[in-house]
């Protein structure tokens, strides 16, 4: 059967969904690179195939992927989501050299892992106090994974713990587009057209409060993200205002749900390994490596994406110039070639070259952060929660039908 078919024959079924692994498994064996109708790109399943796309930003292209998309909707649809395109022509994760080069060493500046570290504080504070709420029978996405990533990315880039059920709601819809792979939903595209609109102009509204600050000579530079970037304005080269609009949604909105799934995700391998559970519980040193594994063994963002810059060959197969390649980091990281017994979740393994936040150029920038996050929110919720156990079995839990973003509607547990 041709790779297409098993895809197609995995998504009627949903176990594209809940468990996607077995079939990644035949697809590195049989055909490790295809073209999919389903997902309306090049398909590309193994470790060393999808780690030479993730480096290879020259003939790799991040610039005009979302516009890749748009252009496959209706021109009627199109021509209704003049934001969309304007959005994604800039920013962080929409460029290519010189200009991604700059941006990142711009956005560097203030997004340095010591300013990550230093939320290591005001994270604890918040996973504190949202575990402190907790009941006995609790939904650990809805009260706990949803909540403290958008806490803390709000904190990182100054905004307030009011505006958080906004953010949730905007970075929800522009995630939206993404969920089908390389087609998009067109109510989708229209509903995310309205919600960029509202996050781009608060957005704007954060930056200028911050420039009256600053020409004031009251801004402190180092109290948020926003703060560093309008900051730089003043120095000299900076990020241009859409530039700048661009990439702090960016921020925003991948700093939240994929940090949601990537702790949901983990949690459910860890509730569903007792022995590492134990382990973890004796020595809470393994957290950190414990993270890492769970980005690796059952990652939030299971494929990348990029278009050919030029006519490539990857495994043998031709693809031609201007094509979408979604190179599959969860069948990567899960490669057999380059992880010993890859579906065992396992605290001792060396998972420094997994895949989970990328690599190359593009390599996730709040990676740190998010590690941040999963470790102080599992020795808490371990420390006050020791006998936590899933409160309905395994092959019960619903997962999201999104291709972009894997990850559980709910993770109920006893506490």
Known sequence: MHGD???????????????????????????????????????????QDVSDILHNHQNYSSKGRVLHLINKLDPEV??????????FATGLAHSDAPEHKRLRGLLAQAFTPKVSESMRPITRDVVQKVISRLESNSD?????????????????LGSAE???????????AINGLYEKGGLIDPEKAIYAEGMLQEIRVFVT????????????GELDPSQDVLGGLVNAESQGDSLSDSELVSTVVTLFVAGH?????????????????????????????????????????????????????????????????????????????????????????????????????????HVCLGAPLARIEGQEIIKEILSRFPNMRLSKNVDELQWRKDVALRGLVSLPVTL
Do not use: C
């Open 257 to 361: 749900e994929t940090t949601t799934h990537l702790l949901g995700n983990g949690m459910l391998a860890l509730l569903s390994s007792d022995s590492e559970l134990q382990r973890i519980k004796l020595n809470p040193d393994l957290i950190p490596s414990a993270v890492d594994e769970m980005a690796r063994f059952d990652g939030s963002v299971p494929r990348s994406w990029r278009i050919t810059k030029s006519e490539m060959e990857i495994s043998g197969v031709s693809i031609p110039v201007g094509e979408l390649v979604l190179p599959m980091l969860s069948s990567a990281n899960r490669d057999e070639n380059e992880f010993a017994d890859p579906d065992i979740f396992n605290l001792d393994r060396d998972t420094r070259k997994h895949l989970a936040f990328g690599r190359g150029v």
């Open 5 to 47: 078919e098993l895809l197609k024959q995995s998504f009627e079924d949903g176990t594209y969904f809940s468990n996607p692994f077995p079939l990644f498994a035949k697809l590195r064996q049989s055909q490790p690179v295809f073209y999919s109708e389903t997902l309306g790109g090049w398909v590309v399943t193994r470790f």
């Open 205 to 216: 509204r954060l930056a200028n409060e911050r420039r009256t600050l600053r020409d004031k």
């Open 162 to 172: 009011s505006d958080i059920p906004d953010l949730i709601r905007w970075a929800g």
């Open 140 to 156: 650990l996405i809805h009260d706990v994974f949803t909540p403290v990533p958008a806490l803390v990315v709000g904190r990182l």
């Open 78 to 87: 199109q021509k209704r989501l003049p934001l969309l395109q304007m959005h």
